[in-house]
């Protein structure tokens, strides 16, 4: 990326950097596109900064792509444990990296496949300072690797920057000292290919390499979740242009997927993701998320179309009307494109023009590689029939389930209604929907159903198939039972929310920081402390059960939805937090915490990571 600056903003250095490349004395160590963070970036996302990044290269130095072959990481919070298998699949043979562990500093890195990679991990720092005892533990740490030399980094620059004349002079002069090591300038391949002849004495490290900083998981979420939004919406995007591709005479839409995946790649860097930049970063980034959007939803409804136009619909009746409906006007009406996109991820809907009147026709795209059972929304704009005789069915005329959810009404003289209805979905495939007027009397699964026999606040409960879960009012989980087991899995109250107040006095990296987490001074439990009003409540249908409530406290206000999909075992929570809480240096820095403690023990947990998963 830094190159394609420079490339874009002074043309004329940018020439002479590749004059220097080819003379052999500027040496290219990148081989992805920024130094980006490690463990919240998807196993894809990995890739594709290789993939991109020897492509520019190729095209823009003429070095093959045989010929990139170290991933330069300094200043990387964490690595996690599918590096090694990541980089050899893009052809990478040799990582240099700094935190992280501090273990060994020459190793061989192997993934749980066997893959493994060559990894120099500095000794002392990425951006020293030239001084007369530069070398002076150069005879003890090679004794110890059983080499007979060393590289020293060097330069001014906050991620290990230039050299200055100052440096070049001073080294210049130490390799003049008859009683000193010798000093030489060289490169990061010849020294990593002088460590290649050694490797079989260096030890062999599995596993992931974590981690430092850990407030950068949390810092700045916006810029978490608009990474999340960006992988998840290219990944929707290109597979559909694919099949569309494939399948449907769609057009490929290779040029606009490619900018949106380098604009995304940018927001990787491990000062931007993590959340360690200025605000000025984070607006940045957030642009680019704009950006992403742009690309990814103008090919993916491309896509849809091509698919849409070639699904033979001819067999579904329809009638004439007299007025069109709108087809998506406002589709963002109520949240409902976003649900769609980030909420539900993998199922798309398109409305197709075949259907007209009381007869609406939905195709189902399912853009992941596993079948999806699930509940989905997705609006009917301009219903001119009765909605109390309003049927789904799918194209062999079997029932599906639904219910009219909350939102719709009015939006620029266009009504709408929310339809969620719980469909199955095959991998990579589609299903097609029928919604008309049917010769039913009833409404179907409408919700807001009140027994006023019973007193319904009484015992807040979401349960389907398998598995219950009850809250008390202070809408803390009280029991979660597995149904099929009969077990308890809650011991104590859980699914609460609290505040607590970070220690800012420690002489961490700065004071006060978005990197690091300072211990808990005082922590309040928000649900037991503030009054929790439960706004909304739907147990009347067996698609999607749910509990939405309110907490206001300090400054602040948390609005949750929790939910119980049918055959799912799964509680889902939706939380918005209006949070205006703020440092004082009386009381410390102000965190939200969401606690789910569980009443069993376990010796370790699986996690997902790129590409794979790991105990811990």
């Not at 050899?88 to 496949?113: A, T, V």
């Not at 001014?156 to 100052?166: C, E, L, N, S, W």
């Not at 979401?462 to 009969?486: G, H, P, W, Y």
């Not at 907490?551 to 206000?557: M, N, P, Q």
Request: hydrophobic residues 35%.
């Amino acid at each position: 990326s830094t190159y394609k600056i420079v490339e874009k903003h002074d043309p004329e250095m940018f020439e002479e950097i590749k004059e220097m490349v080819k003379m052999g004395r500027w040496e290219v160590t990148a081989s992805t596109w920024v130094e980006g963070d490690k463990n919240m970036t998807s196993g894809e996302s990995q890739a594709r900064h290789i993939l991109y990044t020897k492509k520019y290269f190729k095209e823009k130095f003429g070095i093959p792509f045989d010929s990139i072959l170290l991933d330069y990481e300094p200043d990387t919070f964490g690595h996690n444990a599918q590096v090694p298998e990541i980089l050899e699949k893009g052809g990478i043979k040799y990582y240099y990296h700094c935190r992280g562990s501090e273990s060994h500093c020459i190793y061989n890195w192997k993934s749980p496949s066997g893959a493994s990679v060559l990894v120099f991990r500095e000794p002392d720092w990425y951006n020293t300072i030239i001084t007369y005892d530069y070398a002076d533990y150069l005879p003890s740490f090679c004794k110890e690797h059983d080499i007979d030399r060393l590289i020293r980094v060097y330069g001014v620059g906050d991620h290990g920057g230039g050299p200055t004349r100052r440096d070049i002079e001073r080294l210049t002069d130490m390799s003049t000292w008859p009683c000193y090591a010798k000093i030489e300038f060289g490169s990061y391949r010849t020294f990593f290919e002088y460590l290649e002849t050694k490797r079989e004495n260096f030890p062999t490290v599995e596993g992931e390499l974590n981690f430092v900083f850990t407030g950068c998981y949390s810092s700045e979420s916006r810029i978490k979740m608009a990474n999340r939004m960006a992988e998840d919406s290219l990944n929707t995007a290109e597979t559909l242009t694919a099949l569309a591709n494939a399948f449907a005479n769609g057009k490929p839409y290779t040029k606009g997927y490619t900018k949106a995946w380098i604009k995304t790649l940018f927001n990787h860097f491990h000062d931007i993701l993590p959340g360690s930049g200025i605000r000025e970063t984070r607006e940045h980034a957030l642009a680019y998320l704009q950006e992403v959007l742009g690309y990814t939803y103008a090919g993916r409804s491309k896509s849809l179309i091509a698919f849409a136009e070639s699904i033979d619909t001819s067999s579904i009746k329809t009638e004439d009307d007299k007025e069109s409906f709108a087809d998506g006007a406002g589709m963002g009406f109520k949240g409902v494109a976003q649900q769609n996109s980030a909420l539900v991820r993998g199922l798309e809907t398109q409305i197709v023009n075949t259907g007209c009147g009381k007869t609406r026709i939905f195709h189902i795209f399912n853009t992941t590689a596993y079948d999806r059972s699930e509940a989905l929304e997705f609006p009917i704009w301009d219903y001119p029939g009765k909605l109390e005789k309003l049927e789904i069915k799918d194209a062999d005329g079997n029932d599906v389930p639904f219910y009219i959810s909350k939102g719709g009404g009015g939006f620029w003289a266009h009504t709408c209604v929310n339809i969620t209805a719980f469909v199955t979905v095959p991998a990579f495939g589609y299903i097609t929907l029928i919604a008309r007027e049917g010769e039913s009397k009833h409404l179907p699964y409408i919700m807001y159903f009140w027994n006023p026999r019973v007193e319904y606040y009484q015992d807040f409960v979401l349960e389907n198939d398998r598995i219950v879960a009850r809250f008390d009012r202070s809408m803390q989980l009280v029991s979660l039972v597995d149904k099929k087991t009969n077990k308890e899995l809650i011991k104590d109250k859980s699914g609460f929310f609290s505040i607590c107040w970070q220690n800012h006095k420690l002489p961490t990296v700065t004071t006060g920081n978005a990197w690091v987490e300072g211990y808990v001074l005082k922590e309040q439990n928000i649900n037991e402390n503030y009054p929790v009003f439960v706004t909304e409540m739907n147990n009347g249908n067996d698609i999607r059960k749910y509990i939405c409530y309110e907490i206001e406290f300090g400054k602040s206000k948390i609005s949750a939805t929790v939910s119980l999909d049918r055959n799912s075992t799964v509680l889902k929570y939706k939380v918005d937090a209006d949070w205006h809480e703020i440092f004082t240096s009386e009381e410390g820095i102000p965190a939200l915490k969401f606690h789910l403690p569980f009443g069993f023990e376990v010796n370790e947990y699986e996690y997902e990571i790129a590409f794979g998963t790991v105990k811990r």
